[in-house]
T-cell receptor
Framework: AQSVTQLDSQVPVFEEAPVELRCNYSSSVSVYLFWYVQYPNQGLQLLLKYLSGSTLVKGINGFEAEFNKSQTSFHLRKPSVHISDTAEYFCAVSVDNAGNMLTFGGGTRLMVKP | EPEVTQTPSHQVTQMGQEVILRCVPISNHLYFYWYRQILGQKVEFLVSFYNNEISEKSEIFDDQFSVERPDGSNFTLKIRSTKLEDSAMYFC????????????FGQGTRLTVV
């Protein structure tokens, strides 16, 4: 079985500051990693995913994440956030590269303040 | 841009009543999913559906739950006799059969059982 832990339930940050949202996972088998974002009253939208290759993955809206196998982490970063980045962010894992049967973390609410 | 749509956005039902949550997946997608998120908890996988049958289901998806693709466009989740603990946000998702494409999620239906 897999599990995902997002260590911070809320992250307040000022506009134009950098941000890191933390994600750790555990699994007895190899997994594929995903970050989803949920804006208010909208569905989950894929930000980025790690399937293989370079451990630094770039996604939409200027976000990137780094897969660290030894630390079983997949932290999400953005060098400069905007007010519009205020949303809930979910880290997820899957045992197949198509993202079937995603196991989600608890989510991190990013609150960008002016 | 194509999107997954779910109706209704909010449903209130009495305990013991049957409820049907509706989803219109993206056209030409062939994999369909239901997830749920109880308030304050993680998003949890319920069921995946392909080729008119369930391909995977979680332990949450017991005999009270069923899924159907009644007319080739809608994808429904039925809860036969709702319990208070079924109150949650239910997300539908669909995925193309081609390549390692991600699942696209709907905006969710908030089910409140009273």
């Amino acid at each position: 079985a897999q599990s995902v832990t997002q260590l911070d339930s809320q992250v307040p940050v000022f506009e134009e500051a950098p941000v890191e949202l933390r994600c750790n996972y555990s699994s007895s088998v190899s997994v594929y990693l995903f970050w989803y974002v949920q804006y208010p009253n909208q569905g989950l939208q894929l930000l980025l995913k790690y399937l293989s290759g370079s451990t630094l993955v770039k996604g939409i809206n200027g976000f990137e994440a780094e897969f660290n196998k030894s630390q079983t982490s997949f932290h999400l970063r953005k060098p400069s956030v905007h007010i519009s980045d205020t949303a809930e962010y979910f880290c997820a894992v899957s045992v197949d590269n198509a993202g079937n049967m995603l196991t989600f973390g608890g989510g991190t609410r990013l609150m960008v303040k002016p | 841009e194509p999107e997954v749509t779910q109706t209704p956005s909010h449903q209130v039902t009495q305990m013991g009543q049957e409820v049907i949550l509706r989803c219109v997946p993206i056209s030409n997608h062939l994999y369909f999913y239901w997830y749920r998120q109880i308030l304050g908890q993680k998003v949890e996988f319920l069921v995946s559906f392909y080729n008119n049958e369930i391909s995977e289901k979680s332990e949450i998806f017991d005999d009270q739950f069923s899924v159907e693709r009644p007319d080739g466009s809608n994808f429904t989740l039925k809860i036969r006799s709702t319990k208070l603990e079924d109150s949650a946000m239910y997300f539908c998702a669909s995925r193309s059969r081609y390549g390692n494409t991600e699942a696209f999620f709907g905006q969710g239906t908030r089910l409140t059982v009273v």
